[in-house]
């Protein structure tokens, strides 16, 4: 498996999904951690990022959090996306996904972004940086 593989305070797993040849990074499974703010958000991704670039980024200021999805693939896990761009122009569409099943949050590169199940929130954290555009993109995506 390349890139960073899932871990867990309990038990290694071999079956985390991967997309972008990284896998998620499961931030302390079986503790609690709260992820109220955008503060705590960013923090948390540099923490766990899966990619040394991705910590850069947001080092320099390269993100927008794009607010919360019902599900993030590739499994159907509710979470937060933030688009996190270098100073190159790099792109990493960043998950940070609940493992409810795990009891924790984990983090990976998206694919593509899944706008048709953008559900934003009435807390900031969820609703994103830009949540007018957020929702027109939904709208888009779930018109085709």
């Known amino acids: 498996m390349s890139g960073v593989t899932c871990t867990s305070l309990s038990e290694a797993s071999g079956s ?14 079986g503790t ?3 992820i109220d703010t ?3 958000l960013l923090e948390f991704i540099r923490a766990n990022a899966p990619l040394r670039g ?9 993100y927008e959090v794009l607010g919360a999805f019902a599900a993030l693939y590739p499994h ?3 979470g937060l996306i933030v688009k996190v761009t270098s ?12 493992n409810e099943g795990k009891h924790c949050w984990e983090v990976y590169v998206l694919d593509v972004i899944p706008w048709s199940l953008y559900e934003g929130g009435s807390r900031p954290i969820y609703r994103g940086d830009n949540p007018t555009m957020s929702t027109r993109k939904r709208d888009l995506a779930r018109m085709t």
């Open 16 to 29: 985390c999904p991967r997309t972008r040849s990284t896998s998620p990074k499961a931030g302390l499974c």
């Open 32 to 34: 609690v951690i709260r």
């Open 38 to 40: 955008r503060n705590d």
């Open 54 to 62: 991705i910590q850069r980024a947001i080092d320099d200021g390269g």
């Open 76 to 78: 159907p896990m509710p």
């Open 87 to 98: 100073k190159h122009g790099t792109v990493w569409p960043v998950a940070v996904a609940a």
